[in-house]
């Protein structure tokens, strides 16, 4: 399973003061040297933390791949297709949110259709398409539909749960990421995810890439970045060999 990680609030931390530090560019490099498979960050309209120059050099910079995240705006599209990043992953935005708070609206016929140009377009620049998704059946068949290449579900619902509603909606994640491959789409996981609440998600077979930022940048100020990603890599690497134990509370759900 990839690890991307998000360093969108390493920007966040430098426009607070509107200065040159610290600098995503130099996390970027920290956090591959730790191992992490390649780096995301979210490219908003209103440039609140992540900057057009950032994304510029990390084009430049990285030896793994850069996920950009970004709406579906013609502006940030054609930015996507001239840089040409290994993936661009579409998601909602609005101006008035804190972080994105769920997935694009598909869940019924003609929703999304203004997606699919930009789609074909990052898909024509050489960039590998992936959309935000909530973990419905509809929304996924409809990505499928819509000509994307993978979808990234949205673990805000389940990170924010606890107790059986917390089971629940890792029920709901297993089984969109099942349906997900049986229609030929990559699937990714991503959002409120953290070093208590990661290792189901990234037991889930089918899941082959996380997007984890603020946990992992939110750590990084007690151990260092490096040793931040180093310790979610291993809780990654150990998920499906830990859930498989007898007696551990994935076994009510039938996995």
């Not at 900057?51 to 910079?61: S, W």
Request: proline share 4%; aromatic share 2%; glycine share 10%.
């Amino acid at each position: 399973m990839r690890l991307y990680v998000n360093i969108d609030h390493v920007a966040t931390i430098r426009e607070a003061r509107k200065t040159d530090e610290p600098d995503p560019v130099r996390a970027a490099v920290l956090v591959e040297m730790a191992g992490a498979d390649g780096v995301t960050v979210h490219l908003r309209e209103d440039r609140r933390h992540i900057q057009d120059r950032d994304v510029r050099l990390l084009m430049d910079t990285l030896r793994t791949g850069l996920n950009l995240e970004l709406a579906a705006r013609d502006e940030l599209v054609e930015l996507a297709c001239s840089l040409a990043p290994i993936q661009a992953t579409l998601v909602p935005e609005r101006r008035e949110e804190v972080t994105t708070e769920g997935g694009l609206a598909l869940s019924g016929e003609g929703d999304g259709d203004h997606l699919a140009g930009p789609l074909s377009r990052l898909q024509e620049a050489g960039v590998r398409t992936s959309l935000f998704v909530d973990p419905e059946e509809d929304a996924l068949r409809r990505a499928r539909d819509l000509g994307a290449e993978a979808v990234e579900l949205h673990t805000g619902e389940y990170a924010n749960a606890s107790g059986a509603e917390r089971g629940m909606e890792l029920g709901r994640l297993a089984r969109a990421a099942r349906l997900g491959r049986e229609l030929g789409l990559a699937v990714h996981a991503g959002h409120g995810l953290t070093y208590e609440n990661v290792v189901p998600v990234a037991a889930l077979e089918g899941v082959e890439e996380l997007n984890i930022g603020h946990s992992i940048v939110s750590r990084s100020v007690f151990t260092g970045l490096g040793e931040a990603v180093r310790e979610m890599r291993a809780l990654m690497a150990s998920a499906r060999d830990r859930v498989s134990e007898p007696g551990t509370w994935l076994e009510p759900l039938g996995y």
